[in-house]
């Protein structure tokens, strides 16, 4: 008998209840501070941890309005839901660690919250592992705040999986009020609105659904607090790169030197470009399920955009558990995953004179090793039929549903 029939139903959450502590445990060791470099070394690195002080944390300062925040609205509320329950654990004496240890429950509850949604959309069992043992999860559960816009866009596909259009469009629109990476599935909603679900008075209806959505959230904020709530997008439009991003890694070794403003628009070009090319070709398989096409259009996206920092890997696997057909890409996806965290890290490690340490080179060699198994990904996806969980009789039953509505 399997381990995983050993476990019964009840498997894949204890299986997510071990990653997730051992995601605490992978960045809590280092606990309120650091010495040295051990953030880079060990790889404990946590934005929780400068954030307490940086950024009003710890003074229970509400994000926009009273502290800066470079993240998005919804994402900046939960960091304050999660401050005020380290001040409230670590009462008087709290310090960054309480405040880690609440990211990591608050991140744990959203990786608990996909799990239940992949197991009632009907996933297969070996699905369900993949996600509740990612590795992603052991080096980013306590690393940053992206399990929340990973949480609202796999409600989102899930929800377009069952043909609900609008829930799904809300729901993406949601996550991009999180962080910005939800927002690539709604293209592909609106395109499969205006072919396939009504034409241009459906597709209208989802533009309508969509900036309502993210206005509801987003409009008071920037009505009171305009110049703090721009700083996330005025920051993505003037930050460089970051070490494993291809433009980086282009420039670092003298390939291709580019200031910020021709970077931006070289790295939209090729991601539009790119994602054009996937979205026709996977559409005379997938026209009918357009959602399918998320996960390479955000897979081309990672490796277009000027900055890919380690995290956004856990942007991506949720949907490679959910939409993947090959497994060894997969694989290979975690393997340059894993490499690309550490190499990056070390290589900060050794500009501090620390060791381990690793040269661009390594970061080089991780990054490709990640790329080519993306790339593999996108290609597996655009050519290859649904995975079989897709069509289930409940998926067959709201296609009908749609087409008879």
Known sequence: MRLSERLGPNGPYLALLLTCFLGWGFKAHCGASWTGAEQ?????????????GLRGVAAGQVPYFEARMEYPVLTGALIWIEGLVARITGGARADAADFLNAVVLGNAVLAFVVLEMMRNAGVGVRRQYAWALAPPLVLYVGHNWDLLAVTFAVAAVLAARRGREVRATALAALGAAAKLFPVLLLPLLGLGALLRRGGVLRAATLVVVAVAAWGAVNGPVAAFAFDNWREFYAFSGERSGTAASVWELLGQFGWLVTDIPTRN?????????????????????HGERPWLLFMPVLAWFLLTNKVYSPQFDLWLWPFVVLGATRWRPAALFLLGDVAAYFAEFWLFAGMEGAHPSATQADVATAAIVRGVAMLWLIHAAVRDDAPGWVGSRDDAMARRRVVSG
């Open 265 to 285: 628009l070289w790295s939209f070009l090729a991601f539009a470009g790119g994602a054009a090319a996937i979205t026709a070709v996977g559409w005379r398989r």
């Open 40 to 52: 880079y070394v060990t790889g404990c690195y946590s934005d929780a941890v400068p954030f307490w």
